[in-house]
C-alpha cells in the first residue's frame, strides 16, 4: 500500500509510521522542514520524506505526483495548553479539506483521519458511542467535528472510503513532557512530588502502541465512519498516578489535591470501542500496568 501520512514527526505519527513500515507500506510523511525529527530518527531512511507544510499549495503538487492509495491524516497543532483556543484550528480545517480535494483528484481511494473524543458532549457519564451526542466546548473540538462533517459528506461525492478515528488519551514514548502521564513520571525520576488535582476525572488511556496498530486496522479495513479509537477501560487519574507511584517506588511522591481542576474539561470520557474490535482483528497488547511499566522505561533511558 503506498501511503500518504501527515504529522509524521508527531506522538502517535511517528509509531503509526514504525507501523506502516513494518507492514511493507510504501511511507511518503508529511514532514515540514522545521520539525523536529528526533522522534523518528532512526526510520528516517526507510520513510520518502515529503517536505512541506500541509498550508502550502505545495503539498497538492507532491499528493499528486505521488498518487497515494491511502492517506492517514494525523497533523494538527496540539501544544499542550494552547490548542484547544488557537487559531490554527481553523487554519488546519481549511487545509485539511483542500487535501480531501487534493486526494480526490489523485484518485486516492481511502481516507483515514483523526478526530478526538472531545467531539463528544461532556456531560456524557456512559461510555461514548460513536452514535452518542457530541457538543464541542472549544475551537479544536469544534473544527475537528466540523470538519468530520464535511469530509463524510465530501468523499461521498468523491468515492472515497473515509473513516473518522476519535482518538482517546494515548500514553507512552516519545510523548510531550508536558503531558500528564511525563509529568508524573518525570517528578517523580527527579525525586520531586507531582503536583496533581484530586484525581477524580474518569478516563480512557491507551498504549500509543496500540493506538498505532488500531490505525492500520482500519486502514486496511472497510470500516467507514465514525470509529473510537481507545481501551474501552476507565480508570480515574488518581488510580493512573497511584500506579506510576507504585511501579516506580515512590508513592510517597504523588501530589492529590495540589492543584484545581481545569475549568470545563470533562470528569468522565471514556471509549466505547466495540465497533472498532468487531470492525477489525485489533485487539490492545497492553494493560494498562504494562503500559505505563513501558513509558517508565523509556523515560529512564530517555530523560
Known sequence: M???LTGTTGFIGSHLARVLLQHGCEVHALVRQTSNRYRIREILPELKLVIGDLLDDAVDREVLRIRPDACIHLAWYVQPGKYPSALENMDLLRA????AETLSTAGCHRLIAAGTMFEYNPDLTAAALESSLTGPRHLYAASKLALCEALTQFCRLAKIQFAWTRLFYQYG????????????INSLLRGEIAKLTPGEQVCDYLHVADTAEALWAIAQSEISGVVNVGSGEPHTVRDIALSIGRIMGRPHLIGLNALP???????????DNSR???STDWRPKFSLDAGLTNTIQWWRNHQ
Do not use: N
Open 2 to 4: 503506498k501511503v500518504f
Open 173 to 184: 514514548p516519545y510523548e510531550h513532557p508536558q503531558r500528564l502521564v511525563p509529568v508524573i
Open 261 to 271: 481542576y481545569v475549568p470545563d474539561w470533562p470528569m468522565h470520557l471514556v471509549a
Open 276 to 278: 472498532l474490535e468487531t
Open 96 to 99: 485539511s479539506l483542500r487535501l
